[in-house]
Structures are given as structure tokens and as C-alpha cells.
């Protein structure tokens, strides 16, 4: 783990990256950790080349970046016969440079969407949040059309969909969960459940701002509702301190599933 001195040092070099109009080192360094972000593994030819930087001006940086603890080197890797000599080195960004980055922009979005409540109000967040949310669901519309009309397999769909978006998905079966406004009175009286699958997100890119606007997190499940077309129910979430984000889609057969021995709720996140 990275002490704090270092952590300040990143910090920094994520604000200046995200300046203009600077020609200090710090701007520079922090645009080298941006386009390694943005580009992924990278040599420093490139990033010479699309900085506009001379090679002895691009290893400095790359130095410093690699002593900041904010990038890391790799060997490049080689598909086919490689030519003599040694293999070409890349850089990547770190896990703690990832961070600084996120959290830079979790600052950042926060600032942007109390300003949005304050001037507007509450409903203007929720309104941003959808729109945030439709052009997801737009892409994520055509993968699940092509999952077929089975259940199981559009929730298979949409967790992968969100792997490959960042969100470390998945899914199965779920456990039985008595039904929202079921008290354990009706719903274990009846000996009946609703059955179903369930996603499960090990990761969330907005987790430290939704934790103030959980109407982000409320727009992302009436979005699964629409594109799974049955309804669903968020049961935990990062953002408000669960290990991941629980979302049980309910089994549109309405078939039934006993209780449990104690007649109580199954918890859905249990592993």
C-alpha cells in the first residue's frame, strides 16, 4: 500500500493531468499517465509520439511516474516469430494509478451533481441519471436480443455485458427471497417464494459518488428491469457498503420455491 506522501504525489499528478495550458512537468507527467490509461499498454515511442515529447524527455517522465508508483513495466507481448534483439518494454498504469484517476473523477462528478441539486433540485439528479443510464441500455439492448428469449440466458447476457464494461458481473440462479412487501407473515405462510436469477457486480466504476446519489443506482435497476422485461430488485449495493451489488430478476412463470425452515428471507448476497 502506498504511503500518504506517495498518495498526495499521485493526486497531484492526476490534477495536473487533467489541467490545460500548463507546460510545467507535473501537467506533462500527468498527461503521460492519462494517455497510458486511455491507450493501455503502451511503448514510450508512442507516447513520445503522441506527446510530441523527445525520447530522453519521455523516459524522464516515465521515471518519475514509475517511482510515483503510478505506472509499471511490462514486456510486450509477441504473436508470431520475434526478430532478434530484446523485446519491446510497455507501460501500464498501476492499480494505485487507476485509483488516483477514479477517485479524481468521483471528486469531480460529486461537485457537479450537488451543484445540479442545489440549482435544480433532486429530480434533476434522477433525470441525469437516466440519461446517463440510456445510452447503456441502448448498447446493452442488442446484446440481450441476441441472447434469446430464456431467462437465464439474458441475464447471462447482461452480466457479461457488464464484465466487458468494468463492472466484474455475474450470474445464476438465486437463492428464494420472500416478495418485497411480503412480511414473513404472508410470504411464509403461503410457503411460497419467488424464484429466479440473479447479478451480481464485484465492482462498481461510480460506487463513491452513488453513495451520495443513489439515484444512479436507482436508474442502473430500472434499466435491468426494461432489458431483462420482468421486474427486478436491487437487494445490496458497494456504494452503501455491501461487498458487491446484488440484483435478484424475478422468474416471470411465477413459479414457487419453499421458505426456508425459519419461514425468513433468504439474503440474496450470501456467498
Do not use: W
Amino acid at each position: 500500500m502506498k504511503n500518504s506522501g506517495t498518495a498526495q504525489t499521485a493526486a497531484a499528478v492526476v490534477s495536473a493531468g487533467a489541467g490545460r495550458g500548463s507546460g510545467a512537468p507535473e501537467h506533462t507527467r500527468g498527461q503521460v499517465a492519462r494517455l497510458i490509461l486511455e491507450l493501455g499498454p503502451c511503448t514510450a515511442a508512442t507516447l513520445g509520439g503522441r506527446l510530441g515529447l523527445t525520447p530522453a524527455a519521455i523516459r524522464r517522465h516515465l521515471d518519475n511516474l514509475i517511482a510515483d508508483g503510478m505506472i509499471e513495466t511490462r514486456t510486450a507481448r509477441t504473436y508470431g516469430n520475434r526478430g532478434r534483439g530484446r523485446p519491446a518494454k510497455v507501460f501500464v498504469i498501476t492499480d494505485a494509478g487507476r485509483s488516483a484517476f477514479e477517485h479524481a473523477y468521483d471528486d469531480l462528478a460529486t461537485s457537479a451533481l450537488r451543484f445540479l441539486e442545489g440549482t435544480y433540485g433532486t429530480q434533476a439528479v434522477a433525470e441525469f441519471a437516466r440519461q446517463q443510464v440510456s445510452e447503456l441500455e441502448r448498447r446493452y439492448t442488442a446484446v440481450l436480443d441476441q441472447a434469446g428469449g430464456a431467462l437465464a440466458a439474458r441475464v447471462q447476457a447482461l452480466a457479461d455485458a457488464l464484465s466487458a464494461d468494468g463492472y466484474a458481473a455475474s450470474a445464476g440462479p438465486a437463492p428464494a427471497v420472500i416478495p418485497a412487501g411480503k412480511g414473513t407473515t404472508s410470504g411464509a405462510a403461503h410457503g411460497s417464494t419467488v424464484s429466479g436469477e440473479q447479478i451480481c457486480q464485484h465492482h462498481c466504476p461510480v460506487a463513491h459518488v452513488a453513495a451520495e446519489f443513489p439515484q444512479l443506482c436507482e436508474a442502473e435497476t430500472e434499466a435491468f428491469g426494461r432489458l431483462l422485461g420482468t421486474p427486478v430488485r436491487r437487494l445490496a449495493t458497494i456504494a452503501h457498503g455491501d461487498g458487491i451489488c446484488t440484483t435478484h430478476v424475478t422468474c416471470t412463470s411465477r413459479e414457487t420455491t419453499p421458505t426456508s425452515p425459519e419461514g425468513s428471507t433468504y439474503d440474496d448476497h450470501r456467498e
